[in-house]
């Protein structure tokens, strides 16, 4: 029988520096963490290639598909998830989250704060000179833009100018990958005639519901620390999981499950089973949350046994 809740063991976690069940359920409410999927391995080896070769490129996929999740872990291992930026040469890789209508200062002066050079004034021109010194002091070798369908046409217009061609001799270049929605991404750049720039692409695919049931077994495993002969999620639960997520059961290998959506069930079922204070999932908390995503499980009721004890018949 599956067990109804389940406790979730301290040294599997994602916060090993921080004991406190509070410390590391705000961790899990922040979303500081990540289940490592083929998706991520892929996207992983073809961002070194880039790296290595100084090449350009895309990363294209679904809304939710969780390629800005993949690329962000990616920056954070290529940095050794050393926190702050250091003035340690080279740099693998810097991500930037753009937003609807960033111009090339909003993009500068957001890369100057975080590598700690504060935002200064000055034209356009000389912000745009300034971060590119910045990046060749460091050593920069990748730039990650996501949301790049967001940010204005000028600005990527800039990127391409300072980081494709020479200027007075520069010869500095650093690999610059767009991260973003396939269509909407896709028109962009056609639109601005830099669609040839960016010639390498990595579609990210959603999950398929085989592969939802491996990233299920790696996070009984890997975060609740269940024993791997424990099956706290049964069939009908990752039937659930993947029906609240888009995919297709009828179709085991066909992409479309939403890691997003999977990772907020995940996160709501943990936090709710857990707001006495210890760190725990409780099955009932999982089905309540799944309701509320539309996904409604029935209740196993038992026949009644009407057979009297010793009575022969």
Not at 5 to 10: D, F
Request: proline residues 4%.
């Amino acid at each position: 029988m599956m067990p109804q809740s389940v406790p979730i063991n301290h040294h599997t976690q994602f916060s090993p520096d921080q004991g406190e069940a509070q410390d590391i359920i705000r961790d899990l409410i922040d979303r500081r963490f990540f289940s490592e999927t083929e998706q991520y391995g892929k996207l992983a080896d073809w961002l070194n290639k880039r790296r290595r070769y100084k090449s350009w490129g895309i990363i294209s996929g679904a809304r939710g598909a969780g390629k800005s999740r993949a690329s962000q872990k990616y920056d954070q291992v290529a940095n050794g998830q050393r926190g702050p930026l250091r003035r340690v040469k080279p740099l693998p890789s810097f991500y930037l989250k753009g937003f609807t209508g960033w111009g090339t200062r909003d993009i500068c002066n957001h890369t100057l704060k975080r590598f700690n050079h504060g935002a200064r004034k000055g034209k356009p021109d000389d912000i745009r000179f300034r971060t590119k010194d910045v990046f060749e002091e460091f050593g920069l070798e990748l730039l990650l833009v996501d949301n790049a369908h967001l940010v204005s046409d000028k600005a990527l217009q800039d990127l391409v100018e300072c980081y494709s061609c020479n200027k007075d001799g520069d010869d500095f270049r650093i690999a610059i990958v767009l991260i973003g929605p396939d269509k909407d991404l896709d028109e962009k750049l056609k639109r601005l005639g830099l669609r040839n720039k960016f010639g390498s692409e990595h579609k990210f695919k959603s999950l398929s519901p085989r592969q939802l049931v491996n990233v299920i077994k790696d996070f009984q495993k890997n975060f609740l620390g269940l024993p791997k002969e424990m099956e706290f999620f049964d069939g009908e639960i990752i039937a659930a999981l993947c029906q609240a997520s888009g995919g297709n059961l009828t179709n085991l290998d066909k992409a479309g499950c939403d890691f997003d959506i999977i990772t907020e069930i995940l996160v709501l079922s943990i936090a709710q089973s857990s707001e006495d204070g210890v760190l725990r999932l409780d099955k009932p908390v999982l089905e309540e949350v799944l309701c509320d995503f539309g996904v409604y499980l029935e209740p196993i009721v038992e026949e009644p046994d009407d057979t009297e004890p010793g009575a022969a018949g």
